[in-house]
């Protein structure tokens, strides 16, 4: 039977199905204490296996992101907005991970965010590449929680598994990108997620 942290980071991954029977495999062959660790290391595994990535646009991929979460918003009465600029470079990308990686941030900050306020992601180009940040009007990162977001099985959020954002944080490096967090001046938070331009490295090599 899987064990039910490993039900929780599957349900994180959108894992298929042998994706999940790997995951009941090692969860059936290790001892409860053991499990954390070990199946944090066999997720990383699996998911560095199931990435597959194409040089194409981001714009699309968040746009979709923006409506696969629009009824959860719209039930907390928080708006969606994007600014998004046009053209952005393209990035070598896998669509369905990445789409992930802007559903886990769009949802975190719906659920921290108070009704009538806005969640926004702009997209813009930087540093040779492409800056995605999500912001939100919520009550922000508690002081010196800006790193430790991105760390398995932490959590500032009631009921939260702590595995979204390390998730996040792995999709997004495997891209050979970065991922951020911060707090607004305004009042809120705001996760910047940075991608390299696709065809930089060969560019680089070049001069």
């Not at 696969?68 to 990308?93: I, K, Y």
Request: charged share 20%; glycine share 14%; aromatic share 2%.
């Amino acid at each position: 039977m899987l064990h039910r942290a490993g039900l929780q980071r599957v349900a994180v991954l959108g894992l298929d199905a042998a994706g999940e029977a790997a995951v009941g495999h090692v969860d059936a062959l290790v001892q409860p204490d053991d499990r954390g660790d070990i199946l944090s290391d066999a997720l990383v595994v699996l998911l560095l296996v199931l990435l597959v990535q194409v040089r194409g646009g981001i714009a699309p991929i968040i746009r979709r992101a923006l409506r696969s979460c629009a009824d959860a918003a719209g039930e907390a009465g928080v708006e969606l907005a994007e600014h998004l600029s046009s053209p952005l470079a393209e990035v070598e990308r896998d669509e369905g991970r990445l789409e992930q990686v802007f559903q886990n941030l769009l949802a975190n900050a719906v659920q921290l965010s108070p009704r009538g306020s806005t969640v926004r992601v702009t997209a813009g180009a930087a540093r040779g590449g492409v800056a995605c940040i999500v912001e939100d009007q919520g009550p922000g990162l508690p002081a010196g929680a800006a790193e430790r977001v991105f760390e398995p099985f932490f959590t500032a959020r009631k009921g939260g598994t702590g595995l979204g954002l390390s998730i996040v944080r792995r999709i997004v490096e495997e891209h050979g990108g970065t991922v951020s967090a911060g707090n607004r001046p305004a009042g809120g938070a705001a996760f910047t997620v940075w991608l390299p331009a696709a065809g930089a490295d060969e560019a680089r090599e070049a001069v």
